[in-house]
């Protein structure tokens, strides 16, 4: 059911000594966000009674601000007074629902902020004063007040306490009284106004207690809350106050302003304190009356969340999406050819998305096919957790397995988690708090215990916390999807001995980067600007270190999507994002400009990442120590997203080569039966190859066979250019013809022996030359399937 | 008694599998701590594990654990809260102090429960603020411009009077000298000298009076204006009511001609020239500017800027074309969260102020404080906290580090309330830049030698000290803070070049840290840092300078997003 609307409590928790550091040497986390990282578990609380907390977030000056369902009519305050009680209008139809209940768990039991905590006791007096129609001990302030109830003390029984309470109001004899309302809440007061502790009852124990006679209490009816059906859909009552809460905030809610603006702020330069000691104690500090606690609510209006969301003739198939009616036209909305960052922030098209979505996780792993292909549009930030789970192809009882992996026992490698934890992404508020580094720790343990054979790098760290914080309240999840995707994309990586692993890498990452843009290549090589030097963090992290996460999400969102070689595109796509730089710097230059990586604009590497993909054949990205089996049968959607690493292989496909020999190669290897697939040896195709532009037209590919004439006449691949190589021969009109072809794809042939390609390619390189690669195995690879012809002169 | 109060929740659990016989297959007895267990489920699953326990005992396990965490729990915060109710039944008396705290910590912590408080002194603040953000700011401004002249035609007209009393006694004295023995005896001359002195303290006392009574009366008048045009711009709509009787009465008092005596009768242009003896010598001689990126994911940019300038040009209040922007720009952020301060090095002295500090309290005093209280008041109170400061570090120090402190006493001389690193932080709305300033104490003299370094380093006292500034900065929205690179306000022979670069190395290498420390307080704000180095440096000093500071804060491409903008020293 849709709350009446939300609210939002907000208080400044306690501030921290000036003069204090952890005992690891780092600043204190203040308190603020503290309590934000412990708030989060609330979210997870629902229960027809509890007003669900939907977010917190920490405003400036340590105040946090606590988000939540809030049910005008009937809620109750779980910070006891009389008015919290009286002021509603009760009918039988009222469901109560408890709100503020949150304060105690996320304040660290009242640790975190000088504020009040509610109890037991708390409620039998209210309950009292209530049943008197009287406050008790009026006008008394609050140090008699205080001297009265610890006067209680003395008092062994809760008999005795209630008798001598009951004597400080008008009428002293209402309790005793036959009713039997009046008898459940004597029997209330019984349990619970004991002095000692032992001997009072628990609310648990209390309900009990009144469970035996229930025909007293009023059975709250279970579907309490009925907004006024006027004959139109609303869409607000399907959904869970936490998108909803998403949706007020695409609509434009401020709630940090809104609340703020019924709060009178005392100006910064007024609260400054006027004296400061060597050990950061301050001195003079004017009190800021807005620091001090205050239990209301501002409210936050949904009007312009239900306005919007009217339903009509045109937005509702938008709003209700059919996903099975198979209409040829695709719903979609007008907002997806806009830019990422502006549907992130429509709100209609969220609506849309959100409402897609979550039918799509609904009939998943049925509609699995269909969630990949909504995804290569993009993903609302408000699935994301879960769409990726679905992507990753998490399954099984991920729970169940969690639990039983041993995260307590000690092992070697909590040292270095406790180092690294704590300097991980810091930047984001809630991954900042105690409870992150726990969850993080938790997380990283559960992934080594669960896989014995590989072990920490640092970097780990960085690669969990993105999934710590899209999966914060879900560990299991976080902890699968982490699994998952190590294992597709950082296969071995994590091993002790990594190193031929990460060479491996590098080297095709280099060959890569000499395929699409040679010249930078030829540049860096020269400089001695290695891919050692600076890409084993992007890749052993998956750039999780090297970006702040609201752009590791963005460049995930895609990199998901595509086999296990496209975080090489990726590389390459931020090489030439900083070409310009690169072309122009020394080594020295280059060291101090990756240090620390300039900005990055990731839309842009996001979409120049998809293009490096698309325009390299696949079998250039081939790694020995690639995942060899694909875990899900899943069919590939395209040409694209199959993974050649885990094609079934011929004696067409690409075979390993030892790591030295690989060093010496300049460009990268394509695969026999990569070249007759894109050069349509064999028949045209009608997938859209690298080398097409559509699926109909002629691929553009050129082929340099550099053997001898005398072989080349003998057999050669259809269409190929023959152009015996020895060193030193001028390669200048060459490069003419082949540029006249524009070709995508330029296949270098030679001998499977001799290796004068390699030379060749350098200078094709040299040249500026893209899309230079070698064919695996020379021309005799060809030679026992019958592609190749004799020219015709 | 004691010993119980410190359970610390280490309990053991016992737990006997058995399967549908009545012979159990293992008996299970391990310690809990029941104040640490994070997960009962996990817990079980580990000890199931540890033990070979077949799974269907798993849920029952689960269930009696469970049950003992709880109970346990709670009894144990049970006897710990009986306890504590034990003692005031022992002890009735507790009750009166209990009260006293719980009352106290509801007062301090409540808005339901704290003492009322008027909304009287928020009241010209928020005026204020709404009138420089209207179309009233002008007339706020020249309001502001005319007391500035008159303030400044009194201390002329004092400096004046000081000026002939002070010859007049000089020749009285130099005539008495020529004739002792004859008319004068040495015991009338020694009369005169009291007299004299006596005068002249009476005509500074007279003057003296004259200024408080001046600059109340502005701060008076001009406050009750602000409230009263405030409330008649809110009753017109926001617009300036051109004949409201209240802007009238603010017109009349612009206009110089009927003014009161209040304000100046006399021409402004006067007054400049009267002031610009003071300010004209010193501008910014030369400045760099700097855009850098910190942090290791999420990069926060910052603006850094090298100025060479006299520490108090940013304070100087003149009606100088550039700097009168700079004025308005600083009173339309007095009451914003984006404040300027700046960073003085002073002595321990608090009563005698000297040197840098003498010469702010004359720029201070040029002109009235309409907002807070005057120095001299905000420096009695700074006496007060760093007495009650003092007294608290003396009793916490009384058993363990007595003989450091008893060293730390010695070296105090009576005043020194006032420790190295120590800084106090003083509230202006008359200066041309800032609102703040943050004096902080220091042995400047030591500070400049050539041996301090060795002995200042990452560690100092005033080292320590900027790492509080920049924290009270961060706290409390100050986004321009300007610090003196050198820790020294002016430079002396024993200052050389590699001195100099040394010194701004080691505080710029602290500020980063100090700033990248700040990013995880406030969540990384975009700040601007001024680094001042004292005029009289060299040009080749100031440019190995700008080197070092993008190889200190490592900015790369980003370097230089102003053009830079030298001027030549003059001198």
Known sequence: AMPALLGCMSFVTAALPHNQCGSNGLPLTPNSIKVLGLAQKLKTLKHENLCSYVDFKCGRHERIFAVSELYVDNVLDRIMAPSSLTQKEWNEFSVPKLSGYGLHHMTDGGTLLNGPLADVWALCIVLMELLHKEVLWPDVENKSLVKRVLCLCANKSAQKNIEVLCQDFKEKNLLYETDQAIQ????????????????????????????????????????????????????????????????????????????????????????????????????????????????????????????????????????????????????????????????????????????????????????????????????????????????????????????????????????????????????????????????????????????????????????????????????????????????????????KDNSAIIQEYLLVFSHLLSFHDPMLYCHMTEIGFIPDLYAIPWFLTMFAHVFPLHKIVHLWDTLLLGNSSFPLCIGVAILQQLRGQLLESDFNECILLFSDLPEIDIDGVVKKSIQVFCQSPKSSTFRVHARTEEKSKREPTSYYTEDYNTLPKTELSETAIPLSELKQEVCCRISADDLIQLGELQGANNSKTPAKLTKSSKPRIFVIDIRSSDEFVRGSIPGSYNFPYITDKPIAQLIQTVLKQKPKVVVVVGNKGSREDREFCLELLKAGLIGVCVLHGGIDILKPIGVLTVPSQ | MAGSLLDNGARVFEYVVTTGSNKPIQELRFPINVLEVFDVKE??????????????????????????????????????????????????????????????????????????????????????????????????????????????????????????MCERHRGEMSRACDHVGFEYTTEDVSI????????????????????????????????????????????????????????????????????????????????????????????????????????????????????????????????????????????????????????????KNLNE?????????????????????????????????????????????????????????????????????????????????????????????????????????????????????????????????????????????????QWCVKR???????????????????????????????????????????YTLPEVFRTTSTRNLTPAHRKLPTR
């Open chain 1, 184 to 495: 459940s809440i004597k029997t209330i007061l019984e349990n619970g106004l004991c002095v000692n502790l032992s001997k009072r009852a628990m609310p648990y124990q209390i309900l009990k207690q009144l469970d035996k006679d229930k025909s007293s209490v009023p059975n709250p009816t279970t579907n309490g809350y009925k907004i006024e059906y006027n004959g139109n859909t609303n869409p607000l009552l399907e959904m869970d106050s936490d998108e909803v809460w998403y949706l007020w905030n695409l609509a434009g809610g401020d709630m940090i302003a809104e609340v703020l603006r019924s709060v009178t702020t005392t100006p910064s330069v007024r609260t400054m304190p006027s004296f400061v000691t060597l050990h950061g104690d301050l001195y003079g500090l004017e009190p800021s009356p807005e620091n001090l606690f205050n239990p209301g609510f501002q409210l936050l209006s949904l009007d312009t969340v239900e306005s919007r969301l009217e339903v009509n003739s045109e937005n509702i198939s938008l709003i209700y999406p059919l996903l099975e009616l198979d209409t040829s036209e695709e719903v979609s909305h007008e907002s997806a050819k806009l830019p990422l960052l502006i549907r992130e922030n429509d709100f209609d098209y969220q609506v849309h998305r959100i409402a897609l979505y979550k039918r799509l996780l609904l009939g998943y792993p049925y509609l699995r096919e269909k969630l990949w292909k909504e995804s290569r549009i993009d993903i609302p930030p408000f699935c994301r957790g879960k769409v990726w789970s679905g992507l990753l192809d998490v399954q099984g009882d991920i729970e169940d397995q969690y639990v039983h992996i041993d995260k307590d026992t000690p092992i070697i490698t909590d040292r270095q988690i406790a180092v690294d934890v704590p300097r991980c992404h810091q930047y984001d508020s809630m991954l900042s708090s105690p409870i992150a580094h726990g969850k993080l720790k938790r997380v990283l343990k559960a992934w080594l215990i669960s896989h014995p054979q590989l072990t920490y790098w640092q970097g780990l760290d960085s690669l969990c916390a993105v999934f710590v914080h899209l999966n914060f309240n879900d560990e299991p999840r976080a902890w699968a999807s982490l699994s998952q995707f190590i294992d597709k994309y950082l296969h071995k990586f994590f091993l």
């Open chain 2, 43 to 164: 817990l079980v699953a580990r000890v199931m594990n540890y033990h070979d326990i077949p799974c269907f005992v798993e849920t029952g396990l689960n269930n009696k654990l469970k049950n003992f965490v709880d109970n346990e729990r709670q009894n144990l915060h049970d006897d710990q809260a009986a306890l504590l109710l034990q003692k005031i039944r022992d002890d009735p008396t507790l009750i009166d102090h209990v009260a006293d705290v719980v009352a106290e910590k509801y007062k301090n912590t409540w808005q339901e429960y704290a003492p009322p408080i008027s909304t009287q002194p928020n009241n010209f603040p928020l005026s204020y603020h709404y009138l420089i953000h209207s179309p009233a700011m002008q007339i706020l401004m020249q309001l502001e411009k005319k007391y500035h002249s008159a303030v400044a035609k009194l201390l002329s007209d004092k400096e004046q009077s000081l000026t002939k």
């Open chain 2, 192 to 347: 005169l000298a009291t007299k004299q002195l006596a005068d002249t303290d009476r005509m500074q006392k007279h003057w003296e009076d004259n200024y408080r009574r001046l600059t109340e009366e502005q701060k008076q008048e001009y406050c009750d204006l602000v409230i009263r045009l405030a409330e008649e711009m809110k009753q017109s709509d926001n617009k300036l009511n051109e004949n409201g009787p209240v802007h009238n009465e603010v017109q009349r008092l612009l206009d110089h001609n009927r003014g009161r005596s209040l304000v100046s009768t006399r021409d402004p242009s006067e007054d400049v020239e009267s002031e610009s003896s003071v300010t004209v010598s010193c501008g910014i001689l030369m400045e760099e500017s700097f855009t850098i990126n910190l942090g290791a994911q999420l990069k926060t940019m910052h603006n850094i800027r090298l100025v060479v300038a006299d520490m108090l040009y940013f304070c100087r209040y003149s009606d100088d074309g550039e700097m009168e922007a700079q004025r308005f720009q600083t009173a339309m952020s007095l009451y914003s969260n984006s404040l300027s301060a700046i960073v003085l090095i002073t002595d």
């Open chain 2, 353 to 497: 102020c000297s040197g840098i500090e003498k010469e702010f309290r004359t720029v201070c005093e040029s002109s009235t404080e309409f907002h807070f209280e005057t120095l001299q008041d905000q420096t009695t109170k700074v006496k007060e906290h760093a007495l009650e400061a003092s007294e608290r570090r003396n009793r916490s120090l009384s058993s363990e580090e007595t003989i450091e402190y008893k060293q730390n006493i010695d070296e105090m001389d009576g005043t020194g309330t006032l420790n190295e690193g120590d800084f106090y932080i003083t509230k202006h709305s008359n200066l041309s830049q800032v609102h703040l300033v943050f004096h902080l104490v220091a042995e400047e003299n030591q500070l400049r030698t050539k041996a301090s370094l060795t002995t200042v380093t990452s560690r100092h006292s005033v080292i320590l000290g900027l790492r509080h500034i920049l924290k009270v900065a961060s706290s409390h929205d100050i986004r321009h803070i300007t610090i003196p690179l050198l820790l020294s306000h002016e430079l002396t022979e024993e200052i050389t070049f």
């Open chain 2, 504 to 546: 701004a190395e080691l505080v710029m290498k602290c500020i980063k840290g100090f700033m990248m420390e700040m990013a995880t307080w406030d969540g990384g704000i975009s700040r601007t840092i001024q680094f001042v180095i004292p005029p009289g440096v060299s040009e080749e000093a100031f440019d190995r300078l700008r």
